[in-house]
């Protein structure tokens, strides 16, 4: 979903879990509320919109990139694991967040803890890329399911 969008140069901008649908039929995962999308580098994409606690550091900064997205990814996923947002959601907060000194649960797998400090890097030249946060995922879904 957010490598398609990526793809195609499109920025969703308002990733969150509330944009998140999962079909009850098959697990299928569809993202909704477009109203934000952009075509990366746009004029527009200087201004930060959307959930402020999803915004990454650079966003606050006017750099709107997909490495913008890959920080709020982290965010998803962390909140996910732990039912809290990894940082407090104001513009001081977001500026300075770091995700290299998080805390999981003791059941988070450390590949987990890895990847998620990895997409909540500060600078957005160390966030890895979207397929490579793909294939740990992908990887770890194979080996929890296999168990």
């Avoid at 990733?15 to 527009?44: Q, T, W």
């Avoid at 946060?133 to 929890?144: D, N, R, V």
Wanted: hydrophobic share 35%.
């Amino acid at each position: 979903m957010m490598l398609d969008l990526h793809k195609e140069n499109l920025l969703h901008r308002d990733y969150k879990p509330s944009n998140l649908l999962i079909d009850p039929k098959d697990g299928s995962l569809c993202l909704i509320d477009h109203g934000l999308a952009m075509v990366e580098g746009d004029k527009d994409g200087k201004f930060a919109k959307g959930t402020i606690a999803y915004h990454s550091p650079d966003t606050q900064n006017g750099k709107i990139t997909k490495k913008s997205d890959i920080w709020t990814l982290g965010v998803i996923l962390y909140e996910m694991l732990t039912k809290k947002l990894p940082f407090n959601a104001d513009c001081f907060s977001i500026l300075y967040a770091d995700g290299k000194d998080l805390v999981f649960p003791k059941t988070v797998p450390t590949v987990l803890q890895n990847l998620i400090r990895n997409l909540l890097n500060p600078d957005p030249e160390k966030r890895p890329p979207l397929e490579a946060a793909q294939k740990i995922l992908g990887s770890y879904e194979t080996s929890s399911t296999s168990a």
